[in-house]
């Protein structure tokens, strides 16, 4: 890595500061190598003889970019900013910048941004994944990657492990005297979906409970909302939906059809973005997004550290956190 401001460069900053010109390197791009009193010294000269790293110059005589690519499938969703910005926050620890893209839900547009930022990247993130296994084999063979909530053998993954708390959601209703409830799903390709469609089968047959599932196109309030009439229907007294969001929606759409939300329904969500914000305030599975995030960058700068494609899979447990929307079963 070579920089300069008024002349100054990496050599002489290494001499004023008495170490190796790769260990300003690091001090700049991978602290987390060196002692902290290391990185101190280091930029202490460097803010005193106005040094700033000429991230260009890196990439021209590294190939090394200092940029990461984190891709989600809907940004407006308020599952996604807390991942967003706690990856970012660890990519500043490291001096890496983040370059963000959004796939509105579609994996065609997924690959085309995987293909555009892959020149300009070190690495991939990709956060819920709508692509194909083999699609994401084949940008992993190219490019660093790791996946966050989508399980593909052989790629580096952070899951969340959200059906043990969905398990625990319907458990709770379970106890409240509900014999019959409703999953409204999300996105057939999300591993997500699957995950809690059948942690709510699961757990519902083991209790004795009946279940049905309705579709839903995409994780939005609209959605939600749109799928009252067809949960009112299904004469179950219970819903648990795929998220936070279509759960706001379920609570508008009871609202609008006068039905009263713990004593005639009861409403459990996914993800805890929203929980507190409702009215009444909602019963939900617990949320990861900040760990996983911060996860996956660091998982990924380990990847590029290794040069190698590793089989790494961390799992992160969830919990249901009970609020206002859930109560006993209407008689």
Known sequence: MTGRRDGVTIS??????????????????????????TVERILAVAEE???????????????????????VPDVAN???????????????????????????EKAKQEDKLVGRFSGQVEGLILASSRLSDERIHAHAALR???????????????????????????AHLAELGHRSLVYVA??????????????????????????????AAVPS?????????????????????????MAQGILAGMSEAGVRVPEEFSVVG?????????????TTVSNRSVEAGKAAFSLLMDVLDSSAIRDVRYM??????????TGPAPR
Not at 275 to 282: D, F, Q, R, S
Request: charged share 15%; proline share 6%.
């Open 12 to 37: 002489q900053v290494a001499k004023a500061a008495g170490v190796a010109r790769s260990s300003v390197s690091r001090a700049f791009t991978r602290p987390d190598m060196l002692s902290q009193q």
């Open 144 to 170: 660093p990657l790791v996946l966050i909530n989508r399980d593909v053998a052989g790629i580096s993954r952070i899951l969340i492990d959200s059906g043990s708390g969905v398990s625990e959601a319907v």
């Open 270 to 282: 996914c993800d805890d973005v929203l929980g507190a914000a409702t009215y009444p305030p909602l």
């Open 78 to 104: 308020p599952f996604f900013p807390p991942l967003i910005r706690s990856a970012q926050m660890e990519a500043d620890r490291f001096d890496f910048c983040v370059f963000l893209g959004n796939s509105d």
């Open 221 to 245: 309030f609209q959605a939600g909302r749109n799928a009252v009439p067809a949960i009112r229907a299904s004469g179950a007294t219970a819903v648990v939906a795929f998220d936070d969001l």
């Open 316 to 325: 992160l447990e969830t919990h249901v956190v009970v609020r206002g929307t």
């Open 186 to 215: 999300g996105p057939s390709s999300s591993w997500s979906n699957a995950q809690r469609r059948m942690a709510v089968r699961k757990s519902a047959t083991a209790l004795g409970l009946e279940v049905q599932t309705i579709a």
């Open 49 to 71: 003889l106005g040094y700033v790293p000429n991230h260009t110059a890196r990439a021209l005589s590294t190939g090394r970019h200092g940029n990461v690519a984190l891709i």
